[in-house]
């Protein structure tokens, strides 16, 4: 039987999602707060990083690496016996001729999607020891001030005033409470976040400016969940709590139906979070930049 891949890596996330948690939310206390690190080194990207976040939290993993079969064993490291695998998935691209406006023949660049397995480092021994380090601790300070500068770096319009978090589509700006009014400062920063991911929704073309879906509505559940997995991710990488609001809570029985009724939407929502935070960690870049020049 043909695996259904985006059936299978939904219905992992549902699965968390009905116990009243989700993968993407991030604790400092967590060994893997950032992204997970293929054995190269390298982030995932995208619903890998979903998968592999839940993947570690079902199982109690501790690493953030991880490698396949082949990989850990070039390494010289042994996937203990019995242990079960994560599918991490990629679009394989291919030619297609199709008919064209006109009738004549023209090809299309066409995707699907295929799987491959990976092993937490957890469950491989004897990886060069690089593999079995945690990451390099950073102090909040510092922490706070790359968040500050990353902030500074987008260009948002931000202000500061009243109890909500909220991005005002008619004004192009975001609304937050006094930092001092958040239980700590990674709070103001993961909201902060969430509220960017919105600010960017237009730049980016996922909506259109001056619009916005109404609330209650399907697409307003999904916006809500691009901007909480964009959140997770900007947290990732600024090395941040994704800690989110008391209110997002309110979004889990919509973010369950939305899942349930199409096992694709988490693969798009994931899809367009990473295309706004790499958008928006493009202002980090080019600021580090212009300090360098």
């Known amino acids: 039987m043909k695996r259904d891949i985006h059936a299978e890596v939904t219905t992992a996330i ?29 982030p995932y990207q995208g619903i890998n990083t979903l998968v592999l976040w839940a993947s570690a939290a079902v199982n109690g993993f501790t690493s953030d690496r ?79 001030a790359r968040a500050d500068a990353f902030l ?26 006094d930092p001092g009014a958040f239980d700590d400062m990674g709070a103001y920063y993961a909201t902060a976040a969430h509220e960017l991911i919105h ?5 980016v073309g996922r909506m259109e400016r001056g619009s916005w879906p109404s609330f209650g509505s399907e697409s307003y559940a999904f916006e809500e969940l691009v901007a909480e997995i964009g959140a997770a991710y900007l947290c990732a990488d600024l090395g941040l709590d994704s800690t989110v609001r008391a209110d997002h809570a309110d979004y889990m029985a919509s973010w369950l139906k939305t899942l349930q009724g199409d096992k694709r939407a988490i693969f798009r929502a994931a899809t367009a979070a990473q295309k706004a935070v790499a958008y928006l960690t493009g202002f980090e870049a080019q600021a580090a930049q212009a300090v360098a020049a």
């Open 14 to 42: 549902l699965a968390q999602l009905e116990k009243g948690t989700a993968p993407w939310r991030r604790s400092w206390s967590a060994a893997d707060i950032g992204r997970p690190l293929r054995s190269c080194g390298t």
């Open 66 to 144: 991880w490698a396949t079969f082949n990989q850990a064993k070039a390494l010289g490291g042994k996937v203990r016996k019995g242990s079960k695998g994560t599918h991490v998935v990629y679009a394989q691209t291919y030619p297609k001729n199709v008919d064209g406006p006109n009738g004549e023949t023209v090809e299309e660049t066409r995707a699907v999607l295929r799987s491959y397995t990976v092993f937490n480092v957890d469950q491989i021994d004897g990886m060069p020891e690089r593999f079995y380090a945690k990451r390099a601790t950073v102090s909040a300070a510092d922490r706070n």
């Open 152 to 177: 500074a770096a987008t260009g948002a319009t931000i202000h500061h005033s009243g109890a909500r978090a909220f991005y005002g589509v008619k004004s192009d700006a975001i609304t937050l409470p």
């Open 199 to 203: 600010w960017s929704a237009t730049r």
